[in-house]
Nanobody, 129 residues
Framework: VQLQASGGGLVHAGGSLRLSCTASGLTFSYYTMGWYRQAPGKEREFVAAITWRGPSTYYSDSVKGRFTVSIDNARNTVNLQMNSLKPEDTAVYSC???????????????????????WGQGTLVTVSS
């Protein structure tokens, strides 16, 4: 299983970026996909997640209303649309997958990075003020 995040870059505050996570060796059926970020000197933190059926979406309070997570099953890709970016959004963003055959995981579960089965390499997002 390989997950590869892309789409990062440098953007001014208030701008937008769209990240993508492409999966190989894994189909999104029976997996919840998560986005996490890690800023310099800080722990990895939960950003958003999307379930394979529904789908249902989850967001951290810090990005709610600004970020949108979506699935493109035809391309086996999970996207993270980030709008109204702030300097504090600067971080390396990674995608991850957790097995969820019953589509029953809660926010508390998907927001815990230790529960994920697979992780991809991250992509750097830098937001200048």
């Amino acid at each position: 299983v390989q997950l590869q995040a892309s789409g990062g870059g440098l953007v001014h505050a208030g701008g937008s970026l769209r990240l993508s996570c492409t999966a190989s060796g894994l189909t999104f059926s029976y997996y919840t996909m998560g986005w996490y970020r890690q800023a310099p000197g800080k722990e990895r933190e939960f950003v958003a997640a999307i379930t394979w059926r529904g789908p249902s979406t989850y967001y951290s309070d810090s990005v709610k209303g600004r970020f949108t997570v979506s699935i493109d099953n035809a391309r086996n890709t999970v996207n993270l649309q980030m709008n109204s970016l702030k300097p504090e959004d600067t971080a390396v963003y990674s995608c991850a997958a957790v097995h969820d055959p019953w589509n029953s995981l809660t926010y508390t579960y998907v927001a815990n990075r230790h529960n994920y089965d697979y992780w991809g390499q991250g992509t750097l997002v830098t937001v200048s003020s």
